[in-house]
Nanobody, 115 residues
């Protein structure tokens, strides 16, 4: 079993930045995928960014490409989502997920971008 704890969400003005953290514990494996998803009010959950723990190869959604980056810290067993040039459209609950097929999920952290 894997436990995920997200942090770093909050309220920020448009154009600002936030960094989300996801700390993983439990029976993690280097082969796991780790990623970020988000769900805005009235919308379905969508993929934001992912990273393969073993190689560091990343994938990023077109909607945030050029503004968001995903990275990981092996020593801390933590994944980060650096969010720059934030827009009101980025307002959502952001979720961390991991596993061979994203079968483990965190509780989510709220990101609100004001205009």
């Amino acid at each position: 079993q894997v436990q995920l704890v997200e942090s770093g969400g909050g309220l920020v003005q448009a154009g600002g930045s936030l960094r989300l953290s996801c700390a993983a514990s439990g029976r993690t494996r280097s082969s796991y995928l780790m990623g970020w998803f988000r769900q805005a009010p009235g919308k379905e959950r969508e993929f934001v960014a992912g990273i393969r723990w073993s190689s560091g190869v990343t994938s990023i959604a077109n909607s945030v490409k050029g503004r968001f980056t995903i990275s990981r810290d092996n020593a801390k067993n933590t994944v980060y989502l650096q969010m720059n040039s934030l827009k009101p459209e980025d307002t959502a609950v952001y979720y961390c997920a991991t596993g061979d097929g994203y079968n483990y999920w965190g509780q989510g952290t709220q990101v609100t971008v004001s205009s």
